[in-house]
């Protein structure tokens, strides 16, 4: 179980789903209450239980599980978490709520768009709607002894996206608004959906960058300095990477062909591509991430 301490009341865990490490982590706040920042999937909540046990954390002095958004990888474990949980609410976007109380649909998608990797993340169980507490934009959750969490919404990688922003030690958790960290190649990825919207996630970036942060707290994974730095680096990589496959769209070129240029053109991309050739995940990044913009230009138009 793989823990580090960011302070003195903030910790996170690797969640390590089917043995998968080094990928999605869940942050642990402990003020008078303990709030959970992304909850991860159902098929890691096992790990997650465990980490509260090696903390010393007490399942019934959980007050919040606070999820950026509802994807499985996220949000998707939240209710099956919260029957360990007796005093735990969840905190998630107005427009997730429903697919939190019901989410057959968001499963059934998941599956369609995921395949594999949404077995390896284990199907969402509801969650009941007394439960939960909608995340408004500005709003602040209060955990005592001087530590306060602002909701800040941020739209584009999903409709249904917040940020969550320490007040007193000026982290962001950014959830997929600021992309993907790794830390070992010291680089960021975009993480960028068939329903992404390009314009709004890059207003949402700069949202973020303008709390002028110390500290990005990625579920995607792990912390990082320089955040103001690397928020205004993934803008202009998402831009490089919309503007290359424009170009290709714009001369009917395939998919493949989109890939190379963005490795040709992106040294993270290059690095990454090197990496992650195996990975159970991140195997086909490139693939998910392209058609995210492909699907963006057809909605919107060739820029």
């Given at each position: ?5 960011i ?17 999605i ?14 909850c ?14 090696k ?105 249904h ?30 993480t ?57 769209l ?10 190379e ?8 991309a ?34």
């Open positions: 179980m793989n823990i580090e301490k302070n003195d009341y903030t910790f996170m865990i690797d969640l390590n789903p089917k043995g998968i490490g080094k990928f982590s869940s942050y642990i706040l402990k003020g008078e209450k303990t709030a959970i920042i992304e991860g999937p159902t098929s890691s909540v096992e790990n997650l239980l465990k980490g509260l046990e903390l010393g954390i007490k399942r019934e002095e959980i007050g919040y599980v606070m999820v950026s958004h509802i994807h499985l990888d996220h949000g998707g474990g939240a209710g099956a978490l919260l029957k360990y949980l007796p005093n735990a609410r969840l905190i998630v976007h107005p427009k997730g709520l429903p697919h939190m109380a019901n989410p057959q649909k968001l499963w059934s998608q998941s599956k369609q768009v995921l395949g594999k990797i949404a077995e390896i993340y284990g199907e969402p169980f509801p969650v009941p709607s007394e439960r939960m507490i909608p995340a408004e934009d500005g709003m602040n959750v209060d955990l005592g002894d001087g530590i306060s969490i602002r909701v800040i919404e941020t739209l584009g990688h999903a409709s996206h917040v940020s969550y922003y320490d007040l007193k030690n000026e982290i962001v958790f950014p959830g997929d608004t600021a992309g993907i960290y790794i830390k070992d190649l010291n680089i960021i990825l975009p960028t959906p068939p329903l992404l919207v390009l314009d709004k996630t890059l207003e949402s970036i700069e949202k973020l960058a303008r709390l002028n942060p110390k500290m990005l707290c990625y579920t995607h994974f792990g912390p990082a300095d320089a955040a103001v730095e690397k928020l205004r680096a993934y803008a202009d990589q998402l831009r490089l990477w919309a503007s290359i496959v424009c170009e290709c714009k001369k009917n070129e395939d998919l493949e062909a989109m890939k240029r963005i490795i040709e053109r992106d040294s993270a290059s690095l990454a591509a090197k990496h992650f050739g195996n990975h159970p995940i991140m195997s086909d990044m490139f693939t998910r991430d392209i058609q995210g913009f492909i699907a963006y230009f057809e909605r919107y138009g060739l820029k």
